[in-house]
T-cell receptor, first 116, second 116 residues
Framework: NAGVTQTPKFQVLKTGQSMTLQCAQDMNHEYMSWYRQDPGMGLRLIHYSVGAGITDQGEVPNGYNVSRSTTEDFPLRLLSAAPSQTSVYFC???????????????FGPGTRLTVL | AQKVTQAQTEISVVEKEDVTLDCVYETRDTTYYLFWYKQPPSGELVFLIRRNSFDEQNEISGRYSWNFQKSTSSFNFTITASQVVDSAVYFCALSEKAGGYQKVTFGTGTKLQVIP
């Protein structure tokens, strides 16, 4: 199993450019989430999905779009990049329920994004 | 609204010292889950422990131990005989039901530096 994969690892954008951060998991997890990590602020939830076709906003959704057409993939789109979106982005997946390791989040390696 | 507070921003200890990382949470739910994750300097996020709200037993795993106290809404993490490899940022997280989703909130993290 590859677990959670993210591409690219690094990206530099100019203000106003758009791009898509890719995330895929091969564990058949229902839940997938996108977080951004900024110094001193921990991990903040951007968007999440509870299954294919179902997405919702997290704590900091502005400027980002998501879709979930398959269980495996959960791309994050930056519509018009701004310097405030400079951050490290993590994708995570987990399975639902309450027993065992349910709700334990498996994280991808992260994407370091710089917006100039 | 749920909240996780990790008041210690940075801690430095000398190798072989014991160290406790504090985590205080707020939730209105009676059913919730608490987690600790480790982020070493390489950047990946690694799951350490999951605890549900009905299980107040302390847990020990090697040099790691966790003390869960509902009366004080705390879930503290102790590393005994710290080692340089323990140097990392440690995140406490809380998961509770929000609509049809288990919403996870992370603390801002505690950076632990173990000095040889």
């Amino acid at each position: 199993n590859a677990g959670v994969t993210q591409t690219p690892k690094f990206q530099v954008l100019k203000t106003g450019q758009s791009m898509t951060l890719q995330c895929a998991q091969d564990m058949n997890h229902e839940y997938m989430s996108w977080y951004r990590q900024d110094p001193g602020m921990g991990l903040r939830l951007i968007h999440y999905s509870v299954g294919a076709g179902i997405t919702d906003q997290g704590e900091v959704p502005n400027g980002y779009n998501v879709s979930r057409s398959t269980t495996e993939d959960f791309p994050l789109r930056l519509l018009s990049a701004a310097p405030s979106q400079t951050s490290v982005y993590f994708c995570a997946s987990s399975y639902s329920g309450t027993s065992g390791r349910a709700l334990v989040q498996f994280f991808g390696p992260g994407t370091r994004l710089t917006v100039l | 609204a749920q909240k996780v507070t990790q008041a210690q921003t940075e801690i430095s200890v000398v190798e072989k010292e014991d160290v406790t990382l504090d985590c205080v949470y707020e939730t209105r739910d009676t059913t919730y889950y608490l987690f600790w994750y480790k982020q070493p300097p390489s950047g990946e996020l690694v799951f350490l422990i999951r605890r549900n709200s009905f299980d107040e037993q302390n847990e020990i795993s090697g040099r790691y131990s966790w003390n869960f106290q509902k009366s004080t809404s705390s879930f503290n993490f102790t590393i005994t005989a710290s080692q340089v490899v323990d140097s990392a940022v440690y995140f406490c997280a809380l998961s509770e039901k929000a609509g049809g989703y288990q919403k996870v909130t992370f603390g801002t993290g505690t950076k632990l530096q173990v000095i040889p």
